[in-house]
């Protein structure tokens, strides 16, 4: 691969992709259409689109009169209901479970039909901010392929016919208290599940309770057990420390708590200015994750070397490693330099530093991280452990015994309480065929999935959280309630309505079995009715959390712990690669599968929708004989076998800058066959090569190179900035001013570093001096719009993001497309170039090694230039300029020509070339799905084919907040008006207000040093502004670079 120099600012390189970085003719051709080729051709050559594009200029008055929708009449209510006003919605205050955490949510609600979940600001585990899965989980509600009936032997049945069935059983097992019935159930952190669990083995003290999950925290709870002997909870404060080391820990997006743990995180990389301190990340990882990307120094190694880094780590810091020791020497020059410099930094803040691992890293590496932050004064300041209270954690090896005995003919009935162990239990135990021997099976799930339609006797249809009742606590111990917005919309029942039928033999509500648990929650002589009502309408239990223990080495627990748990050994070379099994940003476990939003959602960082890959590195693609290949917006991979304990899975490559070498990645999750119409069919089946003895990663992998290829849908070249074909050198002037950053010295020695620093040929617009142009003077470049009274002067709306906060975690991509009703386009469309994310996240490669590269983050959405290119060329004024500085779209207007998006330098206009809102992937054709429509925003228009789109700042809720402030005679307040990508943003990076006044936190903003505009040398004026990326390198690290 031709390594050559592109991008370059200050001895950096700016790429996209191995492709950009080649610079192969290919690629040049690709980027100078300035579109995808079949994103902006139609299948059919005479096209109404085709035919406008060519008539613009003489049709630009026909479009002015529009187009009106078929005229719909509505019924109204015949009494209405004293609380709801139609149109105004409602939001109710609920709780998201996930494994033994949660997500304490907000749900928003139109005349009874939940439209969109936030955050709760009240709720510690969100902060007010959500994730792409529990913003994504409102889809899952409406999904049309959700079961709907109780089943028997696939026979439509009802729920009464289950209660009956079962009560013949209940009977039998209270005789036999319990023999040969046993039950799997997903992990949980429940006071109400824990309580019914209590009394179940209480009532059947012979039955067996396992619990199991595919991607779990097991490892974790694990290691700090063994060395503690008990049961803990870590909670950890990112906010306070100074210093943190993560030890393949991707705490900033897919392991638990990440909400917190970003916010927290980036709490401590915020600069006012250039006399403010901040953190220092050090990342030790194998395949390139979002907190590797936000790292001051990563370090690639292979997941099995961790385990060594560790404990060579301990032993510079003088810890106790309590007998758990590893081959230290498959550490290199590289790696041994990097222990000995954050051994020293770790030192030096000691109380104030933190070290993590990562739920992949087994359980003795945890052991060890406990011992490190307990030696360095970490537990009570950084780091505090929570008793784990009502909390029933993944147990992979009593799986394990439970798959025997079900062979073995010891287990009659087995409940299946959630879960799909017929899809994701390890390949070795044979789950599937071993559940057949049990005589009564009972499934209880959302959908008829793999395990459902695995020829069990009674499957059980399961309630969305946002129709249950139900609890959870959080890793502090916080409970809080689930309480349903709607009533089920099919015969479905929630976990503990089943549960306390199986438990008492009766039938109960969600509702009367909470309030039982919860009558034992609340200080004795506390009025109960009010508390409750309180609780739901904050969305917690006040003063529920628990108190954090102190906890000390217990000698003998970890004596017993290292003898049964020592680390990995070895190395991964060519012929005996490591493989790594990771959860799925899109689908997690295969839970999401059939989640459109989510599995059109590019992965953040190799930036691939609809699919996974086998990820590895340059050299060890080099080693298969395979590389990267593009083409007309398409990137046709090679194909390769993989070979692990005597199981085969085909997989298409994927080349990822930054992946440790030998190594191979495989996301969990894919490949489901009874997922529903989205997910059937949709990448490959890991879990056919994951086993008991490699639930994480392995040696022992070979692979081998196919003669076929393999469509990726990728969106990482899609919507490069405008490139002037005519200049060669456009883009590697441009980029560097589009992603702007310095060090934390060169900030504090240079704080002008925004202006002073321009690279060659850069024009100065930022004023004289190095002063930025003042947010109130921004309206100079157009005075006479206020003269004429075209401008309104109390609301200019504006946007600022800091880059130094963004961690490119997607979660403001899935709250613009929930809150704006965008569509889901299918991998034949993403692939064309035809994705209808109004944000798009580009990331960036930095530096000249494709093996050691740093990663960068951007939000891109309209930037509501003052002056829009777009605007200028639209022949029917369609997108036009509002009072509010606002560039607004006109749907009816609308024509399609599309020279709005070859005018618009940001590339961040998007066509409806299909009627897309009338199905989803793969069937196109198809009618709207009912039930998909319940899940709309009816404050935003749902586009037609043939019509642009674009972020519009919220337009619908900056009206709803001057509507709210003219009923109460007062102007809008600072705050007042959050955006979609806003309130979902888990670090705050994403500011927006009225930059007409002064004291506005958006116009504060913009009045820092660090602030710049994209493309600003093109005298667009863009009214989102954002502030340039800091690094706090170690220069220890940094000399010998």
Known sequence: ???????????????????????????????????????????????????????????????????????????????????????????????????????????????????????????????????????????????????????????????????????????????????????????FASPTMARLQAEFTKAFPKATWTSYEAVSDENIYAGIEGVTGNKLQPVYNYGKAGVILSL???????????????????????????????????????????????????????????????????????????????????????????????????????????????????????ALVFAINSALGNVGTTVQYHAAKDMMMSNRSGLAELTKSLSDGKVSTLV????????????????????KKAEHTIHFNGYVDETGSNGVEWHIPASHFLEAWGDVRSANGTVSAIQPLIDPLYATHSDIEVLYLLTTGKEARGYDIVRETWKTLFAKGLDFEKAWRLALHDGVVGDTATAPVTVKMDAKAASAFVAKNALPSGSADANNLEIVFYASSATFDGRFANNGWLQELPDPVTKITWDNAAIMSHKTAEALKVKNILGEGKNHQPMIRLKYQGQTLELPVWVQPGHADYSIAVALGYGRQSAGRVGNGVGADTYALRTSAAMDFDLGLTAEKLSKTYLIATVQDHGGFDTDALADNEIQRRIPTIIREATIEEYKKDPNFITS??????????????????????????PERFEKGEWNKKYQWGMSIDLNACTGCNACMIACQSENNIPVVGKEEVAKGREMHWIRLDRYYIGKDVNEPEMQFQPIACQHCETAPCEQVCPVAATVHDSEGLNVMVYNRCVGTRYCANNCPYKVRRFNFLEFHAGTSGFMESKPIESLKLGKNPDVTVRMRGVMEKCTYCVQRISGARIAAKKEDRDIRDGEVVTACQQSCPTGAIVFGNINDPESKVSKMKAMNRKYEVLAELNVRPRTSFLAKLKNPNPELTKNA
């Not at 321009?758 to 142009?773: A, H, S």
């Open 248 to 366: 393949d820990a991707d705490f900033l997006h897919m392991e638990s708590d990440n909400i917190t743990a970003s916010r927290g995180f980036a709490d401590g990389r915020r600069m006012k200015d250039e006399n403010d301190t901040m953190n220092r990340l050090y990342v030790v990882e194998s395949m390139f994750t979002l907190t590797g990307g936000m790292a001051d120094h990563r370090l690639r190694l292979q997941s099995r070397q961790i385990g060594a880094f560790t404990v060579a780590l301990a032993k510079a810091l003088g810890v106790d490693t309590m007998g758990i020791n590893a081959d230290t020497s498959v550490l290199d020059e590289k790696a041994n330099a990097w222990i000995a410099a954050v051994a020293k930094d770790l030192t030096n803040n000691k109380s104030k530093s933190l070290i993590v691992a990562g739920r992949r890293q087994p359980a003795a590496v945890h």
């Open 1 to 187: 691969m031709s390594q050559k120099t592109t991008l370059t600012q200050n001895g950096k390189e700016y790429w996209r992709s191995l492709d950009q970085l080649a610079d192969t003719p290919e690629f040049k051709e690709f980027v100078q259409r300035e579109f995808p080729e079949q994103a902006s051709e139609m299948s059919n050559p005479v096209t109404r689109r085709t035919f406008l594009s060519l008539m613009g200029a003489s049709i630009a008055l026909a479009g002015l009169a529009g187009c009106r929708r078929p005229v719909e009449k509505i019924i109204p209510y015949v009494i209405k209901p004293e609380e709801i006003i139609p149109g105004v919605a409602e939001y109710f205050a609920t709780v998201m479970p996930f494994g033994t955490g949660a997500y304490g949510v907000v749900a928003k609600s139109h005349e009874g039909r939940p439209t969109k979940v936030e955050g709760n600001e009240k709720h510690p585990s969100s902060l007010g901010a959500t994730n792409a899965y529990a913003t994504a989980s409102v889809l899952n509600l409406y999904d049309p392929d959700r079961s709907a009936y109780v089943l028997n032997k696939g026979n439509q049945k009802l729920w009464n016919d289950f209660v009956a069935a079962w009560r013949e059983l209940f009977a039998k097992y209270t005789a036999n208290k319990g023999e040969g019935l046993a039950i799997v159930s997903e992990s």
């Open 757 to 782: 620093g321009r690279t060659p040929g850069e024009k100065e617009l930022y004023g004289k001096d190095g002063k930025p142009i003042s947010i109130m003077n921004m309206h100079e470049y157009g």
């Open 416 to 435: 299946m309480l959630g879960g799909n162990p017929v899809y994701n239990a390890p390949a070795d135990l044979k789950f599937a065929e071993a559940m």
